[in-house]
């Protein structure tokens, strides 16, 4: 691999702490909307005299996710440790802003670049990852995109950037897949010089 310059993250489930289950799957399942699309694309889908109404409960369930989130257990070392190496770092989020600034805030996690869906469309769209290599100035191979979904999988390989995993219990089949933060990091700094 070539020499790094920047990481990128996802937030759910891989800055902040995996939960048992699925906040996503409920709210699908709680508001009737089809479990294979993004909820955003399945509140698209009814009538127009219900959409704003999904909408503002979608921020309102974003944001109780935000204020009862955990931060990932090693996550604060390994974004210090890439701090130290002077390396950038970007978050990268289907999440709205307001819920995203708050779990940012609770947790005092600091990023280079934090983009939501309000900036670009939502994975596994790339956008938000073309976005923030636009930003940095970066090739793909220039950075390295850490997230915990199918979806964070599509975006990256959709522009050829690579990508890793931490692990969650709902990502058995994903790979490079990482326990630990910080297993994560001994292995970016030997394949990463």
Same mark, same amino acid.
């Given at each position: 691999?070539?020499?790094?310059?920047?990481?990128?993250?996802?937030?759910?489930?891989?800055?902040?702490?995996?939960?048992?289950?699925?906040?996503?799957?409920?709210?699908?399942?709680?508001?009737?909307?089809?479990?294979?699309?993004?909820?955003?694309?399945?509140?698209?889908?009814?009538?127009?005299? *219900?959409? !704003?109404?999904? #909408?503002?409960? &979608?921020?309102?369930? /974003?944001?109780?996710?935000?204020?009862? @989130? %955990?931060?990932?257990?090693?996550?604060?070392?390994?974004?210090?440790?890439?701090?130290?190496?002077?390396?950038?770092?970007?978050?990268?989020?289907?999440?709205?802003?307001?819920?995203?600034?708050?779990?940012?805030?609770?947790?005092?996690?600091?990023?280079?670049?934090?983009?939501?869906?309000?900036?670009?469309?939502?994975?596994?769209?790339?956008?938000?990852? *073309?976005? !923030?290599?636009? #930003?940095?100035? &970066?090739?793909?191979? /220039?950075?390295?995109?850490?997230?915990? @979904? %199918?979806?964070?999988?599509?975006?990256?390989?959709?522009?050829?950037?690579?990508?890793?995993?931490?692990?969650?219990?709902?990502?058995?089949?994903?790979?490079?897949?990482?326990?630990?933060?910080?297993?994560?990091?001994?292995?970016?700094?030997?394949?990463?010089?």
């Amino acid at each position: 691999m070539g020499r790094l310059k920047a990481v990128f993250f996802d937030l759910d489930d891989t800055v902040l702490a995996p939960r048992a289950t699925n906040p996503w799957a409920t709210f699908k399942q709680e508001h009737r909307l089809p479990s294979h699309l993004l909820i955003l694309d399945g509140i698209t889908l009814r009538p127009p005299h *219900e959409q !704003a109404e999904l #909408h503002q409960r &979608l921020l309102a369930y /974003e944001q109780a996710l935000a204020a009862s @989130s %955990e931060v990932r257990e090693g996550m604060p070392e390994l974004l210090g440790a890439l701090a130290a190496l002077g390396l950038p770092t970007a978050l990268l989020t289907n999440n709205h802003r307001a819920a995203t600034e708050l779990a940012l805030q609770k947790h005092s996690l600091t990023f280079t670049l934090v983009l939501t869906r309000e900036e670009a469309p939502p994975k596994p769209s790339p956008a938000l990852l *073309e976005r !923030a290599l636009e #930003h940095f100035g &970066l090739q793909p191979h /220039e950075a390295l995109y850490i997230g915990d @979904s %199918e979806g964070d999988l599509q975006a990256a390989q959709a522009i050829g950037l690579p990508v890793w995993f931490l692990a969650t219990p709902h990502n058995p089949a994903l790979r490079p897949r990482f326990e630990y933060p910080a297993e994560l990091l001994r292995s970016l700094m030997q394949d990463w010089r």
